[in-house]
């Protein structure tokens, strides 16, 4: 057996059995395996090409196998996705993807789990990627269905994508923006302002002035080797952490706060940007072991970063801050290319929960901040109810106390290159980014001013 696949098929499972993470969980799994560079990577493209792909490989083996998924005991499904995906999406050649995907049911759930895999899979087999498109395509009973079962989204991703494409006037791009969903994300590192150089040699990234490719090679033992000070950060989150230091000069003696920190990347952008400019900054995240994460993340910063563990919506009445970070919770729908199981696990309910909890903390950052403090109101999510819409309401109760900023002009002016923002049909200053556009997760930034 071919530990890559089997660190692979361990994963995807304990994703299913045990609502893991496989972000969190991957990396850990192929360490303690010691795979060498092309089967972590091999791994990697595994455990993520499965998971982000299972809708449609679901219905893939529904035909084949003439059943339904939810008939098939879990290990050996696992085991036949792990196979599908190499089979229709790989240039693993099929005897190899055939053949390890049915000693993988079978020492999961004995011979006739590993005869009932390889009757499937040598079935699949047998016709092309677009041959199974098609008769995928022709089970749908709605043109979102079908786009739905094509690409691998729910079918409310894709409504939800759609019309925050549409506040741009360019719901023509929702295809790019779902394939782009199903690619591997490059990884990309930020160095800290002030604390580390972009190496000499590094291919920067387009936007962020402190992002760089990744060389190759293990990116924690990058980050380690810096002390810290240079982090996997994708380019979008870098940005939205400038974007509130960026925009406007800092004065020394500001009070900062990064209001929802963990799991701390941004923070620790916040702090070098903090220690550069002699403000103080403070951070808080109500969860106590995520906010252990956050410590960690600035211990490479040589400023003293206090983190405390209340709920939000009451630590920033603290008050007296000049500028703090709401880097709200949300449904993560900005960010399924890293997170490939989010997108089965969130559903329309989860939005309108969040949207009240995002409303709270972004009307306590406004009461905690000084006359002319900011604010970034910031999702990983482009879904217009947790972005234009929270922002809309809290300016409609509170209009004669709050401004929005143009964050579209703000970002644009400190990124290396001009990142082609587009306006908004609200009218908003609102910045979106675009894993189709920008290779960078949806990120949407929404800057307020306390008059």
């Known amino acids: 057996m071919n530990p890559a696949r089997l660190v692979a098929f361990e994963t995807i499972r304990a994703v299913h059995d045990s609502d893991a993470y496989a972000n969190l969980l991957l990396p850990t799994a192929i360490r303690r395996a010691g795979l060498d560079s092309a089967d972590a990577a091999l791994a990697t493209e595994l455990t993520y090409g499965t998971l982000r792909r299972e809708n449609t490989y679901d219905a893939v083996i529904s035909l084949a196998a003439d059943r339904t998924v939810d008939l098939i005991d879990p290990p050996v499904l696992d085991a036949v996705r792990l196979g599908v995906h190499q089979l229709l999406s790989t240039r693993v050649a099929s005897h190899a993807a055939v053949n390890e995907s049915v000693e993988l049911a079978r020492r999961s759930a004995g011979r006739s789990a590993g005869g009932f895999a390889n009757a499937v899979l040598r079935r699949i087999s047998r016709d092309t990627p677009g041959e199974w498109m098609t008769r995928v395509g022709k089970t749908a009973r709605s043109d979102d269905e079908r786009l739905g079962l094509l690409t691998s989204h729910p079918v409310w991703v894709v409504r939800a994508f759609r019309r925050a494409l549409a506040a741009e006037g360019r719901a023509d791009e929702l295809d790019d923006l779902l394939q782009a969903d199903n690619a591997s994300p490059r990884v990309t590192f930020a160095a800290l302002p002030g604390l580390a150089d972009v190496p000499n040699d590094a291919r ?24 810290g000070r240079i982090r996997v950060q994708d380019e979008g989150s870098q940005i939205a952490a400038l974007a509130l230091t960026r925009a406007r000069p800092a004065q020394a003696g500001e009070r900062w706060l990064d209001l929802c920190a963990a799991p701390g990347g941004k923070t620790a952008i916040l702090a070098a940007e903090a220690l550069a400019a002699d403000a103080r900054l403070e951070a808080n995240e109500i969860n106590p072991a995520r906010a252990g994460l956050v410590r960690q993340s600035i211990a490479g910063v040589p400023l003293e970063v206090p983190v405390s563990e209340e709920d939000g919506r009451v630590r920033a009445r603290a008050g007296g801050y000049d500028r703090i970070l709401v880097d709200a919770p949300c449904t993560g729908l900005g960010a399924l290319r890293r997170r490939p199981e989010a997108r089965w696990r969130k559903t329309p309910a989860d939005v309108a929960d969040l949207v009240d909890l995002q409303r709270g903390l972004l009307n306590a950052a406004i009461d905690g901040l000084v006359p002319g403090g900011l604010v970034a109101y910031v999702t990983c999510s482009p879904h217009l109810a947790e972005t234009a819409g929270v922002v809309a309401d809290v300016l409609r109760d509170r209009d004669a106390e709050v401004e929005e900023l143009d964050a579209r002009a703000v970002v644009t002016a400190f990124c290396v290159t001009d990142p082609a923002l587009v306006p908004q049909a609200d009218g908003s200053g609102r910045a979106q980014l675009w894993p189709h556009r920008h290779n960078t997760d949806a990120m949407s930034i929404s800057l307020l001013r306390r008059r």
Do not use: A, H, W, Y
């Not at 387009?206 to 380690?224: K, M, Y």
């Open 204 to 227: 920067r990234t387009d936007f962020s002035p402190l992002g760089f490719r990744s060389p190759g090679g293990d990116p924690e033992t990058q980050v380690t080797e810096s002390g």
